[in-house]
């Protein structure tokens, strides 16, 4: 009964510790190029709505891609 106590509760902590220690390697950031495309084809088209983003879509970028301000 106390092994299985102590297994109980090596369990999580070794699930906690080693999803704390991955740093993900991407980061999400709003794809402009993307919303610039769309925005500019609703610009020559008669018929075409005006665009809002409600939920801009989005990219995965390398951490390493991203240039310091």
């Given at each position: 009964?106390?092994?299985?106590?102590?297994?109980?509760?090596?369990?999580?902590?070794?699930?906690?510790?080693?999803?704390?220690?991955?740093?993900?390697?991407?980061?999400?950031?709003?794809?402009y190029?993307?919303?610039q495309?769309?925005?500019a084809?609703?610009?020559?088209?008669?018929?075409?709505?005006?665009?809002?983003?409600?939920?801009?879509?989005?990219?995965?970028?390398?951490?390493?891609?991203?240039?310091?301000?």
């Amino acid at each position: 009964m106390k092994s299985r106590r102590q297994l109980l509760l090596l369990i999580p902590a070794a699930v906690i510790l080693t999803g704390c220690s991955v740093t993900p390697k991407y980061v999400i950031t709003p794809d402009y190029e993307y919303m610039q495309k769309v925005e500019a084809s609703t610009r020559y088209h008669a018929n075409a709505a005006k665009v809002y983003w409600v939920n801009p879509p989005v990219k995965r970028v390398l951490r390493e891609d991203i240039k310091p301000n």
